[in-house]
Nanobody
Framework: QLQASGGGLVQAGGSLRLSCATS????????VGWFRQAPGKEREFVAV????????RYTDSVKGRFTISRDNAKRTVYLQMDSLEPEDTANYYC????????????????????WGQGTLVTVSS
């Protein structure tokens, strides 16, 4: 089970930290990704982190503003979002994919095994 939280309303330029808490799976066997879906748009890839936390990947539009990290002891992945823009407004979802240690999943949402419910981020201008 995946539980995303931390969304809310923030002004442009502000920050939020999303959390994805997991249960019922061996957390260290999984890479974890964040995706987002804005109203009327397709769900899109945001960021992903591998099992150890040593490798990450971001979509171009969030590079330098968002940081994905994980705490394996807490079975939780975080998405620190800084310098938020109105275009970041969306429901944010976390998802997991079982991988070998060094592999980093790609941006295709069909590659992921399990999904959490979304947490809504609204950025006002």
């Amino acid at each position: 089970q995946l539980q995303a939280s931390g969304g809310g309303l923030v002004q442009a330029g502000g920050s939020l930290r999303l959390s994805c808490a997991t249960s019922g799976l061996t957390f260290t066997f999984y890479s974890v990704g964040w995706f987002r879906q804005a109203p009327g748009k397709e769900r899109e890839f945001v960021a992903v982190i591998n099992r150890s936390g040593g490798t990450t990947r971001y979509t171009d539009s969030v590079k330098g503003r968002f940081t994905i990290s994980r705490d394996n002891a807490k079975r939780t992945v975080y998405l620190q979002m800084d310098s938020l823009e109105p275009e970041d407004t969306a429901n944010y979802y976390c998802a997991v994919k079982r991988t070998i240690m060094t592999v980093l999943p790609g941006p295709d949402r069909s590659d992921y095994d399990y999904w959490g419910q979304g947490t809504l981020v609204t950025v006002s201008s």
